[in-house]
């Protein structure tokens, strides 16, 4: 009998969300630079967005790739490139477009731009070149052209894994993960960091931003690997405390380290490098703790998944924009930093989903433009086992 995976569809609608409060706590942040900042920052807001950003992209990759191999089993790859436009490319497009320029336009006027409007400001997206010196973007929808980009060029592998040399390989890995665990997957991740030597900021621009875009390749191929087979699902169910335990320690470890000053100096020595893999490894068992403890307790079919999970991308694609146009009207007032950031939070969630059940989800062309499917009448489908036939509503 199949079992369903609502357990990945409900870790995508937490970190989608978790991801809303990162980027509504941004302004607000001490050290980070943002598009808006308010005067007052917090060093306990940047605390808690550094937390989040260990592991939560990595895992939307990792849940992504195992989402595109479900995909892949039901659609020939000439499909599956159409598939992945629609979902994908068609959304970016539009949201470089559409929905991304009031974030800019936000910016400049704070910045002390003089446009008197959004459509004086509009035609230089077209005139002024890239961002930052100009004003084209995609800004957070970066994730959804590395997504693009991974699905395109993954191609060649997952075929590979679809033959019989393919399940070979993965069988043999899932039985030797199933003796010595699923950390050395952390080795991978360590050899492709040190591409930060040569290219140490995450800049999300593709161009200059080839360690961090190998970096989450990496996450979308482990994704798709791990979701070949169900025997690495048992494992990381049966592990789920030890990897809890070794990211609880190894994260306790790292803020000892970065509050007391004692991170080792940045380059090619034994002490970076040993930061590095410290940082990998709570990371990875991070992510492999929530997907073992979302696989034992979060299975569940809730009457709201459905509606959530369909809503959760075009939710992603609108969030930054109404956080940008809140923020800038926040930052002029004079309130606690606390008071700023929860007002921030909740509006721009309202406007989120109220642009979502109102505009976007009734109508046919909306639904095209944020890449979803054109019937809203047909029970969704969440991932299931490997042995399954449905389809993942994947980004």
Known sequence: MQERRYDLDWLRIIAILLLHLFHCAMPFVAEWDWHLKNKETSNLLLEFNYFLSRWRMPLLFFISGAGTWFVLQHAATGQYIWQRTKRLF?????????????????ERIYKGAAYNSILEFYPSIFTTGPYPAGNMSWHHLWFIAYLFLYAIIGIPLFVFLK????????????????????LWFAVLLFIASFLYIWFPSETHALVDDWATFTRYFLFFIFGYFIGVHAGFWKTIESNRRRHLAIAFFGFILINYLRWNDKEPEWGFNAGNFMYIGLRIISAWSIILALLGYAKKYLNLNKKILAFTNEGI?????????????TTFYVIQV??????????TTV??????????VFLIRPYRITRFLFGMKQTSTKKHKPLQEPTGKTLFALF
């Open 334 to 343: 004079e309130e606690t930093i606390i008071s700023k950031y929860l007002f």
């Open 313 to 325: 991308y075009p939710f992603y694609i609108l969030h930054q924009t109404f956080i940008v146009i």
């Open 347 to 356: 509006i721009s969630f309202v406007l989120s989903v109220g642009f979502y």
């Open 90 to 106: 068609i959304p970016l497009i539009f949201g470089m477009l559409v929905v991304v320029p009031p974030q800019i336009f936000f």
């Open 163 to 182: 033959s019989g040399k393919g399940k070979k390989l993965t069988d043999t890995v899932a039985r030797f993960c199933e003796k010595f665990g699923m």
